[in-house]
């Protein structure tokens, strides 16, 4: 069916921390609202407020019709134990919650009592209930996903619940789409499919992407959460027209707050003239008070009455000003990776290595990494890019072949499953026991500098959302020397802003990088020396 979500006057913080307020956004069938902002924004609290899953503070939600169906798309799709392929996507699609409801009226009817049968087969039937099964076998053998349904979520790769989770988008018929980070973990062939998908749907749709040409396809206008300004604006068009009036907004915003504080300058200057001057006839008229000239006496008390209006003419205008206040400035990591002394001139070698897992091998791999090398690797998901890094590293074992790394290598990596931070302890301390050199001052300064205060690094490693662990990997990168640089897709779970700073500390990185991303924009502004492609298990130097 056709559906309208309306929000109205919304509002949602974290304790005394407002993260949005007065929140307004209407969302019709055809609409893709891009959501954007940096980490901590509040985007995926706004997602879940639509959703219904968490209440808002102030403000309304509305669905039209009411009957309408909303599908809320998680960042991280939860994986839970003893949940097999087939009952996360009957859960992920809604027919798993639609089916126990009409299980329930079904039961009722039995003993005579309608309570909404009739509205919970029409909920079930809209949301493809009828034919889930046929359409979930079909969909996982189309996405590749060779694995049976009734295996356990739990027990597969990052690649195939990627597809598991692509899987449940394309089979869900919802009225109004939120997706959390859709394309985390897509390769280019399922980019390609979720914006075939978005760009096909007739219903309403919001989500949060870090992809930037992802949003540059699918968009048509632009929600920008501005926690730096407190601010929430709506831009009109793609996202490339809400980039060029983004900035266009600034910089006049800029200009209006310095025509301002200039006129305010000046006022206040003139009007401190004009009292020091009403100041200095008023000592002069003391001063020659016994004074017998009349005609004098009366001519400074003119003069000194002249300048006091003057100066309270001078304060109401100033007073008068319509006050514009000071942008802030936009946040500026000026982020650098610190490099360790050069290595040897062979940095890393795989000689007719082969890797097994299960029924996926990788190899035979002949590979030399040289020093200074830039490569970039690309592959469709479990074509086995992250085993090759892993064998590269020697973090796995060989069933054929060798693998060596040069002397004086020093490896700084942010890995897909970002599991550095992934323990029990305070991130501080966990960061301290990677850099054990640093005080704990220098270490929450740090921290603070990628935009992890003190709310941040007291909590668990683990309870941080991926984005904040992906900072602190970051910030990791820049408190230890490295000169072999491994990234498996270090875009996912970032903000816009801390890509766009990536970029540029990777552009003066001296060292040796190794980057796996299937981020086209990053691709395309990251300077590489060579290209390898990795698929099904083979490696080709481009």
Do not use: C
């Given at each position: 069916?056709?559906?309208?979500?309306v929000?109205?006057?919304?509002a949602a913080?974290?304790?005394?921390?407002?993260?949005?307020?007065?929140?307004?956004?209407v969302?019709?069938?055809?609409?893709?609202v891009?959501?954007v902002g940096?980490?901590g924004?509040?985007?995926?609290?706004?997602?879940r407020t639509?959703?219904g899953?968490?209440?808002?503070?102030?403000?309304?939600?509305?669905?039209?019709?009411?009957?309408?169906t909303?599908?809320h798309l998680?960042?991280?799709?939860?994986?839970?134990p003893?949940?097999?392929?087939r009952?996360?996507?009957?859960?992920?699609?809604?027919?798993?919650?639609?089916?126990?409801?009409?299980?329930?009226a079904?039961d009722?009817l039995?003993e005579?009592?309608d309570?909404?049968?009739?509205?919970?087969?029409?909920?079930?039937?809209?949301?493809?209930?009828?034919?889930?099964p046929?359409r979930a076998a079909e969909?996982a053998a189309?996405?590749?996903?060779d694995?049976?349904l009734?295996?356990?979520?739990?027990?597969?790769?990052?690649g195939q619940?990627a597809r598991?989770?692509?899987a449940?988008?394309?089979?869900?018929r919802?009225?109004?789409?939120?997706?959390?980070?859709?394309?985390?973990?897509?390769?280019?062939?399922?980019?390609?499919r979720?914006e075939a998908?978005v760009?096909?749907?007739?219903a309403?749709t919001?989500?949060?992407?870090?992809?930037?040409?992802f949003?540059a396809?699918t968009?048509?206008?632009?929600?920008e959460?501005?926690?730096?300004q407190?601010?929430v604006r709506?831009y009109?068009?793609?996202?490339e027209?809400?980039?060029?009036?983004?900035e266009?907004?600034?910089r006049?915003?800029?200009e209006?707050?310095?025509e301002?504080a200039?006129?305010r300058?000046s006022l206040?200057?003139?009007?401190?003239?004009?009292?020091a001057w009403?100041?200095?006839?008023?000592?002069?008229?003391?001063?020659?008070?016994?004074?017998?000239?009349?005609?004098?006496r009366?001519?400074?008390?003119?003069?000194?009455e002249k300048?006091?209006?003057?100066a309270?003419q001078?304060e109401?205008?100033?007073?008068?000003?319509?006050v514009?206040?000071?942008?802030?400035?936009?946040?500026?990591?000026r982020m650098?990776?610190?490099?360790?002394?050069?290595?040897?001139a062979?940095?890393?070698?795989?000689?007719a290595?082969?890797?097994?897992?299960?029924?996926?091998?990788?190899?035979?791999?002949?590979l030399?990494?040289?020093?200074?090398?830039r490569?970039?690797?690309t592959?469709?998901?479990?074509?086995g890019?992250s085993?090759?890094?892993?064998a590269?590293?020697g973090?796995?074992?060989?069933?054929s072949?060798t693998?060596s790394?040069?002397?004086g290598?020093?490896?700084?990596e942010?890995?897909?499953?970002?599991?550095?931070?992934?323990g029990e302890q305070?991130?501080?301390?966990?960061?301290?026991?990677a850099?054990p050199?640093l005080?704990?001052a220098?270490v929450?300064?740090?921290?603070?500098?990628f935009?992890?205060?003190?709310a941040h690094?007291?909590?668990?490693?683990?309870?941080?959302?991926?984005?904040?662990?992906?900072?602190?990997?970051?910030a990791?990168?820049?408190?230890?020397?490295v000169?072999?640089l491994?990234?498996?897709?270090?875009?996912?779970?970032l903000?816009?802003?801390?890509?766009?700073?990536?970029?540029?500390?990777?552009e003066?990185?001296p060292?040796?990088?190794l980057?796996?991303?299937h981020d086209?924009r990053?691709?395309?502004h990251?300077?590489?020396?060579?290209?390898?492609?990795v698929?099904a298990g083979?490696v080709?130097?481009?």
């Amino acid at each position: 069916m056709s559906a309208t979500l309306v929000a109205k006057d919304l509002a949602a913080g974290h304790g005394d921390r407002v993260l949005f307020s007065g929140l307004d956004l209407v969302v019709a069938p055809g609409d893709v609202v891009g959501l954007v902002g940096v980490n901590g924004a509040g985007k995926s609290t706004l997602l879940r407020t639509l959703a219904g899953l968490v209440p808002p503070e102030s403000g309304v939600i509305r669905l039209s019709p009411v009957s309408a169906t909303v599908g809320h798309l998680p960042q991280e799709p939860e994986r839970r134990p003893g949940e097999t392929v087939r009952d996360f996507l009957a859960r992920r699609t809604g027919v798993a919650a639609a089916q126990a409801e009409l299980d329930r009226a079904t039961d009722l009817l039995a003993e005579g009592v309608d309570d909404g049968y009739s509205e919970a087969l029409e909920r079930w039937l809209a949301l493809g209930g009828a034919d889930l099964p046929e359409r979930a076998a079909e969909s996982a053998a189309d996405l590749g996903l060779d694995v049976s349904l009734d295996q356990p979520m739990t027990s597969l790769s990052g690649g195939q619940a990627a597809r598991a989770g692509m899987a449940s988008l394309l089979l869900s018929r919802y009225d109004v789409f939120l997706l959390d980070e859709p394309t985390n973990d897509l390769d280019l062939d399922g980019l390609a499919r979720l914006e075939a998908f978005v760009t096909g749907l007739r219903a309403g749709t919001v989500l949060v992407s870090h992809d930037r040409e992802f949003l540059a396809r699918t968009v048509t206008r632009v929600v920008e959460l501005d926690l730096a300004q407190q601010q929430v604006r709506a831009y009109g068009g793609g996202y490339e027209s809400y980039l060029e009036e983004r900035e266009i907004a600034r910089r006049h915003a800029r200009e209006d707050y310095d025509e301002y504080a200039n006129t305010r300058s000046s006022l206040e200057e003139r009007a401190r003239s004009q009292r020091a001057w009403m100041e200095k006839g008023v000592k002069n008229a003391r001063r020659k008070a016994g004074d017998n000239d009349k005609a004098g006496r009366k001519f400074r008390s003119e003069a000194t009455e002249k300048q006091a209006s003057k100066a309270r003419q001078t304060e109401r205008l100033i007073e008068r000003l319509d006050v514009v206040e000071e942008p802030r400035k936009e946040w500026d990591l000026r982020m650098e990776i610190a490099a360790a002394p050069r290595a040897g001139a062979v940095v890393a070698v795989l000689r007719a290595a082969v890797v097994t897992h299960g029924e996926f091998t990788l190899g035979p791999v002949d590979l030399q990494v040289d020093w200074a090398d830039r490569i970039a690797i690309t592959g469709a998901n479990g074509a086995g890019k992250s085993t090759l890094l892993a064998a590269l590293l020697g973090r796995v074992e060989l069933t054929s072949g060798t693998a060596s790394l040069g002397p004086g290598v020093v490896v700084g990596e942010i890995d897909q499953a970002r599991g550095l931070f992934l323990g029990e302890q305070p991130l501080v301390d966990a960061f301290q026991d990677a850099v054990p050199e640093l005080v704990p001052a220098d270490v929450r300064t740090l921290l603070a500098k990628f935009g992890l205060k003190a709310a941040h690094v007291l909590r668990t490693a683990a309870s941080l959302s991926p984005g904040e662990r992906t900072r602190a990997a970051l910030a990791l990168l820049q408190a230890k020397g490295v000169n072999l640089l491994v990234l498996d897709e270090p875009t996912n779970h970032l903000d816009l802003a801390a890509i766009e700073q990536l970029e540029a500390a990777l552009e003066t990185y001296p060292g040796t990088l190794l980057l796996v991303t299937h981020d086209r924009r990053m691709l395309d502004h990251v300077r590489t020396t060579r290209r390898l492609e990795v698929a099904a298990g083979r490696v080709a130097d481009l």
